[in-house]
């Protein structure tokens, strides 16, 4: 009988363990959006007045949760197998190859930092890709039947941005969730994302809502940021967001559960919408094409005479067409004016000529002669900003130009080299075809389209690397993606 007790004690307190574990990263999804920090500026955050985030360093909010998160687990493990733990650790390691092209790719890093200028710069994105890798390695280790669940927790947080970016674009100012890490936002602080256009929404919402006519006439309007940096990173999560509500929608098997996400879906779409975000909705769009051809030609009876997979539901099909088509409907009524202006505004016409491209071209030009400066182990992890003004031939970057370049793979390879980038690409190669050989379902080939949309946004911003939301995105997915048992 004390034996049995013994057990029966030993397995609650395992259970807790894992509970805890599981509340962190159920906290740390609802909490990612946030921008909650405490901020410590180095001697190179400001250029003449204008803020280089890159070189400053940010305690989040969500950090704290990481390491509430790491520890419970190790604490969990340790219960479980306490006598075998770090034997199993490199077990697991030296015999899966995705956990040695993620150690190699963390080495490199962390080699790297040998050749940089700025050292605490450079330790503290080295703590920052630790931090991502271990979630990397929790997700992809212990969430699997769970995961339907989680995604409903990543869905409820985008519904929550896409609400206040809308309203924030609607006003054309902040709310006030400064504690949450909303920026200050109006359409006249400078480095605000704005664009040229006439008009807020659809002259018959200022019937609905007064207020909106005082700025019907604005020749520059901001865009939604919810509680992100900038509307491109909303617009990333969104994304994700976007392909998750369509999964759940085409599951769903009770009707409570397909009105919720047919309404979540048109917020969600909306969400999008207000960040304006040209690469978003082109990827989007394309994103959402592909999951419907992919479930048709997947799970579709074949000509052969087979019957259909037991996830073939075209009514469902259907049905997520119809709620797409009165969402971008929806969209169009509202903004389509400010859509359109958006596309074909003269910066798009003249792109050679635009301050967009020229700030891009200059970055990607920089990034270039640092590579064939450094090719092996690059400048140093983190140390873009603080090194460009010395690889800019000619003259140096003006004050707002200290930005990462707009693209993860060069700043991988300036950073941190060739052997880096060969590493992050393998790894990348390595949870594609682990997904590939799992067994097939609407899960999987959606996680694969989101992953495969965030490594193409990843060829026109930096986000995924430089920015604690993008970050975690992007591992979250990784994990998910790369899980051992999905």
Known sequence: DHKVDNKANISRENSLVITLSRAFFSILLVFLPFQTSKVFFTQNSFYFGFHAFYNTIFIYLTDLLIFGLILAWLWESWRISHENIISKIIHRISSDSIYLFTMSFWLILAISLIFSRETLLGFYGLAKITGYLLVFAYVRENVSREKMAFFWLILAAAGFQSLLAVFQYLTQSSVGFSLLGEEFLRPG???????????????????????????????????????????????????????????????????VQRIVLAVLLALVSTGLAVTFSRLAWAVSFLAILVFLVAIVWKYRPNRFGFPADHFYFPGRISLIIVILLISLGLNLFLFGAQIKDRVTNQEIRNI???????????????????????????????????????????????????????????????????????????????????????????????????????????????????????????????????????
């Not at 200290?402 to 793979?409: G, L």
């Open 352 to 486: 050679e000529t635009s301050e967009n491209y020229l700030d891009r071209k200059a970055y990607s030009h920089t990034a270039w002669n640092m590579i064939k400066a450094k090719p092996v182990f690059g400048i140093g992890f983190r140390n873009f900003v603080v090194e460009m003004d010395s690889y800019r031939k000619g003259e140096r970057h003006l004050p707002y130009q200290h930005q990462p370049v707009h693209n993860i793979y060069l700043l991988i390879l300036a950073e941190a080299g060739i052997l880096a980038l060969m590493s992050f690409t393998l790894l990348a190669f390595n949870i594609v075809r682990r997904a590939l050989v799992n067994k097939k379902s609407p899960a999987r080939e959606m996680l694969l389209i989101v992953f495969f949309g965030f490594l193409a946004l990843g060829f026109f911003d930096h986000y995924f690397i430089s920015i604690q939301q993008g970050a975690l995105m992007f591992w979250l997915a990784a994990g998910l993606l790369a899980h051992k048992e999905d």
């Open 189 to 255: 602080v400078e480095c605000v994302a704005k664009f040229a256009t006439s008009g807020i929404a659809n002259p018959l919402l200022y019937e609905i809502w007064p207020s909106l006519s005082s700025i019907s006439g604005t020749s520059v309007v901001m865009r939604g940021y919810g509680t992100f940096p900038h509307p491109n990173v909303l617009a990333g999560f969104l994304f994700g967001a976007l392909m998750i509500n369509l999964c759940l929608l085409y599951l769903a098997r009770a009707r």
